[in-house]
């Protein structure tokens, strides 16, 4: 089975720079989409950035673009949402997901969250 563990989170001043790192772990397994969500009182779980491991492409929130960066690396079991420009519309908690398989028994592609991580923004 599949995991994901979140660090980096926390409280950011606007206009300041957060990182945030996802790893997934298991006994035999293979990732073929990571990412990260927001969840915001009173609101669904919304898309930030996503990270494609078939061709590398990359696919952000209309209101990250150009702030926040994705980025995968450990052969792909880790994925980076590195936060700048930060703004007060980003706090929130911010969930890792990945469309993961297992591969010892053979699996299908099943939906994993992280716990998630907030992130606080102070002006």
């Known amino acids: 089975q599949v995991q994901l563990v979140e660090s980096g989170g926390g409280s950011v001043q606007t206009g300041g720079s957060l990182r945030l790192s996802c790893t997934a772990s298991g006994k035999a397994f293979s990732i073929r989409t990571m990412g990260w969500y927001r969840q915001t009182p009173g609101r669904q779980r919304e898309l930030v950035a996503r990270?494609?491991?078939?061709?590398?492409?990359?696919a952000y929130a209309e209101s990250v673009k150009g702030r926040f960066t994705i980025s995968r690396n450990n052969a792909g079991k880790t994925v980076v949402l590195q936060m700048n420009g930060v703004k007060e519309e980003d706090a929130g908690v911010y969930y890792c997901?990945?469309?993961?398989?297992?591969?010892?028994?053979?699996?299908?592609?099943?939906?994993?969250w992280g716990q998630g991580i907030p992130v606080t923004v102070s002006s």
């Open positions: 997901n990945a469309d993961a398989i297992s591969l010892a028994p053979l699996d299908k592609y099943r939906e994993v």
């Open positions: 990270h494609s491991s078939n061709n590398g492409t990359t």
